[in-house]
């Protein structure tokens, strides 16, 4: 999984490590999740061309 970071010019790369969960326990805008592992958080944008 790949997803661009809103506030940093950086990617973070991770590995789908579960299935899809709707949680009630955490903020009420962040309901859909899946469990990520992280890789790597700090991949510089200016790296890659889309």
Known sequence: ????LKY???????K????????TDI???IRHTIPVEWI???????KYKF
């Open 27 to 29: 903020a009420a805008n």
């Open 40 to 46: 790597r958080t700090d991949i510089p944008l200016y």
């Open 8 to 14: 940093r010019s950086a990617i973070a790369i991770g």
């Open 1 to 4: 999984m790949a997803l661009p």
């Open 16 to 23: 789908v490590v579960g299935t899809y969960q709707y949680r």
